[in-house]
Structures are given as C-alpha cells and as structure tokens.
C-alpha cells in the first residue's frame, strides 16, 4: 500500500481547513462517514469520475505514515481506497496546488499552494 494519498478538494473546504489546521471532509464525505481519498494510481479514475469539468479545486497530497483513524476498505471493483474516520490535521499534508479537471476528465495540476495555517495581518 502507498505511503502517500491524494484529496481532491474545493478552494472553500482548503481554506477552511488551512483555518481551522483540521478538517471533517466535504458533505459527501461526512455524509459517508469518512474522509474518501485516493492512492497515486486511483487518482485520475477519482479525478473523472467525480470532478469533471471543475476549475475550483485543490489537491492536497496526504503522508499516511502515523495518521490516526485511517483504514483501507475496498470500493470500486475491490481495490483498496484510503478512508479517515475523524478530522484530518493539516500537518499530515506534504503539499497542495491548483487544480482543474477538463470535462473529460484530464486533470490540470496548477500552481503550489501554501500548506501551513492561514495566517492573518
């Protein structure tokens, strides 16, 4: 298994989380209980499937050494997703940037964003 994931986010749910420096998930993922990401391979597939056509969002990739309440569960055909069950804290994200993903599915990674807290003047 991985030692990295990938969360495809909304720039509303990063900001949030870079305040508050923990985050529950999106509405789905609290509606499913958990936090949904994805390994490098699984990426693109979540990418089409669920981001088409969207300009508005951030991929945040995920150190998944130590990280409190993740679980392995099969989704899609039996492959492995990572999942949290709880808050994902901000000191668990090695990087984030941009994102956008064409209608048809092709993701644009954009350029890097600041990961630590938001601060303010």
């Known amino acids: 298994m991985s030692d990295i994931a990938f969360k495809i986010l909304s720039v509303e749910d990063w900001a949030a989380w870079r305040a508050r420096g923990a985050w529950g998930g999106s509405a789905v993922d609290r509606a499913d209980g958990f936090i949904h990401m994805s390994t490098p391979d ?11 056509g969207r300009d508005d969002l951030v991929l945040a990739e995920v150190a998944l050494a130590d990280l409190p309440g993740l679980v392995w569960e099969p989704s899609r055909g039996g492959a492995l997703f990572p999942h949290v069950y709880g808050d994902l804290d901000l000191a668990h994200v090695r990087a984030a940037r ?3 993903v064409t209608a048809d599915g092709a993701m644009q990674p954009g350029e890097a964003l600041a990961v630590g807290p938001e601060t303010t003047a």
């Open 98 to 100: 941009a994102l956008a």
């Open 42 to 52: 699984q990426l693109g597939e979540t990418a089409r499937r669920h981001y088409a």
